[in-house]
């Protein structure tokens, strides 16, 4: 594995935004680093989701896709992060993982439809042409648009957890759970029914 100076590693660990300006810049030595630094972090978020015995060649894949997620479209993803706390950095870094391997499981499993809850918030089925596209539509959303949290219960729905089993994964209780699941179809809903998919004529 490839080292890098000393100085420069001390301060990309202790200065976020130093790291950051140089990741979005295609440094080689940045790029390093955080793969040295953060690696361990981004598989251990992976093995949350994929469970420790999925296949390793899997969670390399999975890895893959992660840090191709944050090189592509000019580092947009790297670009956003607004905080320079490494905590919160370490927080939206977990975020993004962890919804980048739902979704690498999502389409090795071939999730091709809403569960019932989710279909149930569409006011008119009949104006939905193509379920596939719409799914997609929801899902982007999800990534996109709402919190960590609220995205992260809609997600795990999408791969047919129940809510005990997504309390037990993000270590909350089921009241919380229901209500971060409660306020997320609100937002989900109020999506649907402004892009107008469903709406009634």
């Given at each position: 594995m490839e080292f890098i100076n000393a100085e420069v590693y001390v301060k990309m660990y202790q200065d976020i935004s130093y790291l950051l300006g140089k990741l979005v810049s295609g440094d080689n030595d940045a790029w390093v680093h955080f793969l040295q630094h953060y690696g361990r972090f981004i598989y251990h978020c992976i093995n949350k989701i994929m469970g420790y015995t999925a296949?390793?060649?899997?969670?390399?894949?999975?890895?893959?896709?992660?840090?191709k997620a944050m090189i592509e479209d000019d580092y947009r993803r790297l670009k956003?992060?607004?905080?320079?706390?490494?905590?919160v950095f370490r927080s939206w870094l977990g975020s993004v993982t962890t919804r980048r391997a739902i979704n690498f499981i999502r389409v090795k499993k071939e999730i091709n439809s809403l569960p019932e809850e989710m279909f149930e918030l569409?006011?008119?089925?009949?104006?939905?042409?193509?379920?596939?596209v719409f799914l997609s539509q929801i899902i982007d959303y999800i990534e996109g648009q709402l919190n960590p949290k609220e995205g992260l219960v809609l997600s795990y729905l999408l791969e047919g957890l129940n809510l005990e089993e997504i309390a037990k994964i993000m270590g909350y209780g089921i009241t919380?759970?229901?209500?971060?699941?409660?306020?997320?179809?609100?937002?989900?809903?109020?999506f649907i029914n402004s892009s107008g998919t469903g709406e009634k004529n």
């Open positions: 296949y390793q060649e899997d969670k390399d894949e999975c890895f893959e896709e992660i840090i956003q992060v607004r905080s320079h706390e490494e905590k569409i006011p008119d089925k009949g104006a939905v042409p193509d379920m596939t919380t759970i229901y209500n971060i699941k409660e306020n997320a179809f609100s937002a989900l809903r109020n």
